[in-house]
């Protein structure tokens, strides 16, 4: 099962959703894809991969993985059926739809959404970056590793 985003970086809610669907799936590829409506991002590739494997580490089935072209190109190549995301409210369901039923429809292959827990149901990396840039406290709502990078970043820009 591939849990596809930009994780730019990744959030305590998605590592919710990894948790979760680590519980559920045998195995989980967490894919760092390109995201062409988000140009630049904070982070880049491998410091997203690299933060992720970190939070992750004590999850025995799951690995990380990046991914430039079409999401399906990836799925089909390594034999994968099965995408997970987390759904926050009917604005990513709304997000989500044409790209469930266009992968589906590309490759075949199903998407399973997880209803993001109560606690982190206002959470994005967007939102935590632009808090964080400001000198706002996220404290929880990213791991502390990753809380520690974003400061290091705004730091050096
Ligand atoms: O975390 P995001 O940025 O909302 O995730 C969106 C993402 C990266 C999953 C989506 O943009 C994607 O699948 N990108 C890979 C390129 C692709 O396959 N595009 C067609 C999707 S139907």
Redesign the pocket.
């Known amino acids: 099962m591939v849990c596809?985003?930009?994780?730019d970086p990744v959030t305590n809610g998605h590592l919710d959703i990894f948790t979760r669907a680590a519980e559920q799936f045998d195995r989980v590829i967490i894919l760092v894809?390109?995201?062409p409506a988000?140009k630049s991002g904070l982070f880049s590739v491998d410091e997203r991969k690299e933060l992720i494997a970190d939070v992750t580490s004590h999850l025995p089935n799951v690995t990380v993985d990046h991914w430039a072209g079409?999401?399906?190109d990836y799925t089909t190549a390594h034999r994968v059926t099965a995408l997970v995301k987390g759904l926050r409210s009917s604005l990513d369901y709304d997000y989500e739809q044409p790209?469930a039923q266009?992968?589906r429809r590309l490759s075949g292959v199903d998407t399973f959404f997880v209803m993001t827990d109560e606690k982190f149901g206002y959470v994005s990396s967007s939102l935590c970056k632009e808090v964080v840039k400001y000198g706002g406290d996220i404290t929880g709502l990213v791991p502390d590793v990753v809380l520690a990078a974003m400061k290091q970043k705004f730091r050096a820009q």
């Open positions: 596809p985003g930009s994780f894809t390109g995201n988000k079409l999401l399906v790209m266009m992968n």
